[in-house]
């Protein structure tokens, strides 16, 4: 069974700031991860994901996460906090990313101050 | 890139009637399509996987009966939530995928939300 623990339910940062939402998971197989962002009343956007190519996963809009097996996480960065970063981050893990269901963590609310 | 659209984006009905929401995959075929319901301040929670042509598989917990789904064809997927009741009020979401290779993405609809009085 696969899981994703989300290690802090909200995360405040100043705007110019880097951001560091932290993700571990938990996989049976080697697992796809995926980082979705979700603005309020919105649809979620997919980040970033990894499905077993590089180890550093380059999104969108400056976001960048990087896989340890390791240390079973994955966690989300930005060198740079934006006020139109503020929104609900997601953490989903995945055996295969196509047919079979996505688990999703609990969800990282991050508030980034002017 | 692919787009899953969901109608309505809103609906506000009353105790005991039905409310239908469709998922469609614009511009690719999705053979299987997913239902998701979030709670306020909540994460998404699977009720369904739907493939086209069979019967939907419910997670633990969802009433088929209540949350009746209906994938039709290769581009849109229905969820019908029947005699609705206030605690069906939520944001419920459809996800849609390629499916061709283990590594296609899942697309996320906008989401509908329920709201019932």
């Not at chain 2, 042509?53 to 009746?68: H, I, M, P, R, W």
Request: charged share 15%; with cysteine.
């Amino acid at each position: 069974a696969q899981s994703v623990t989300q290690l802090d339910s909200h995360v405040s940062v100043s705007e110019g700031t880097p951001v560091l939402l932290r993700c571990n998971y938990s996989s049976s197989y080697s697992p796809s991860l995926f980082w979705y962002v979700q603005h309020p009343n919105k649809g979620l956007q997919l980040l970033l994901k990894y499905t077993s190519a590089a180890t550093l996963v380059k999104g969108i809009n400056g976001f960048e996460a990087e896989f340890k097996k390791s240390e079973t996480s994955f966690h989300l960065t930005k060198p740079s906090a934006h006020m139109s970063d503020a929104a609900e981050y997601f953490c989903v893990v995945s055996v295969w990313a196509g047919n079979t269901p996505l688990v999703f963590g609990k969800g990282t609310r991050l508030s980034v101050i002017a | 890139g692919a787009v899953v659209s969901q109608h309505p984006s809103r609906v506000i009905c009353k105790s005991g009637t039905s409310v239908k929401i469709e998922c469609r995959s614009l511009d690719f075929q999705a053979t299987t399509m997913f239902w998701y319901r979030q709670f306020p301040k909540k994460s998404l929670m699977l009720m369904a996987t739907s493939n086209e042509g069979s019967k939907a598989t419910y997670e633990q917990g969802v009433e088929k009966d209540k949350f009746l789904i209906n994938h039709a064809s290769l581009t849109l997927s229905t969820l019908t939530v029947t005699s609705a009741h206030p605690e069906d009020s939520s944001f419920y979401i459809c996800s849609a995928s390629l499916a061709k290779t283990s590594t296609d993405t899942q697309y996320f609809g906008p989401g509908t939300r329920l709201t019932v009085l």
